[in-house]
């Protein structure tokens, strides 16, 4: 158990509402990533963070913004939802220290519905 | 363009045989090549790691191999269960490379189903 959990685990809601899913870790790792996952895509890179206040973008990161204040915490804001963001999340936590060989744990999603 | 295939995107097997699974790609430069096992409703679970250095790496019945001249890795699963199917994932890691980016690429998956 890497000690990530992801909130909420469900949601729906409607276009043009702001969201934000949370991604907590317990193992205090550097590195945590947030990725979509859709039917005919796979798993596409939204924004992933290298440390507090340290974040980068990845493939699909319009629309969506990302903060991280606390190592623990890493926060994906939809700022306006569209259709197109129904998705499942997934945030994942990075191990590169001790008996790890850089292999991401992954929470275990949140379903977002945007109608 | 960068691009990464997995060979298809379902596999059928028979209990017993071995599954093997391939994942190819063009354009990046992995110094790490990653794969991982998926359920239905779950996420993504670590399963081995091979460097660009090694041909082969083992653990149980699983076996990966990564040739970075043809730019593709095999998944093995000998003697193959029906607790075995799951969507298997390959994923590039450019951790170290010349690339030196953290990120994680994923391929859209192989979904394997062991038949009994």
């Known amino acids: 158990d890497a000690g990530i959990t992801q909130s909420p685990r469900h949601k729906v809601t409607e276009t043009g509402t702001p969201v934000t899913l949370r991604c907590h870790q317990t193992?205090?790792?550097?590195?945590m990533y947030w990725y979509r996952q859709d039917p005919g895509h796979g798993l596409r890179l939204i924004h992933y963070s290298y440390g507090v206040k340290d974040t980068d973008k990845g493939e699909v990161s319009d629309g969506y913004s990302v903060s991280r204040s606390k190592t623990e915490d890493f926060l994906l804001t939809l700022e306006s939802a569209t259709s197109s963001q129904t998705s499942v999340y997934f945030c994942?936590?990075?191990?590169?220290?001790?008996?790890?060989?850089?292999?991401?744990?992954f929470g275990e999603g949140s379903r977002l519905t945007v109608l | 363009s960068q691009k990464i295939e997995q060979n298809s995107e379902a596999l059928n097997i028979q209990e017993g045989k071995t599954a093997t699974l391939t994942c190819n790609y063009t354009?990046?430069?992995?110094?790490?090549l990653q794969w991982y096992r998926q359920d239905p409703g779950r996420g993504p679970v670590f399963l081995l790691l091979?460097?660009?250095?090694?041909k082969e790496k083992r653990k149980e019945r699983l076996k990966v191999t990564f040739d970075t001249t043809l730019k593709q890795s095999l998944f093995h699963i000998t003697a193959s269960q029906p607790a075995d199917s799951a969507t298997y994932l390959c994923?590039?890691?450019?951790?170290?490379?010349?690339?030196?980016?953290?990120?994680?690429?994923f391929g859209k998956g192989t979904k394997l189903s062991v038949i009994p």
């Open positions: 193992e205090n790792h550097r590195y």
């Open positions: 354009n990046y430069s992995p110094a790490y």
């Open positions: 994942a936590i990075r191990a590169l220290q001790g008996k790890y060989t850089g292999e991401l744990f």
């Open positions: 091979i460097r660009e250095n090694e």
């Open positions: 994923a590039l890691d450019e951790r170290d490379s010349g690339a030196g980016s953290y990120q994680l690429t």
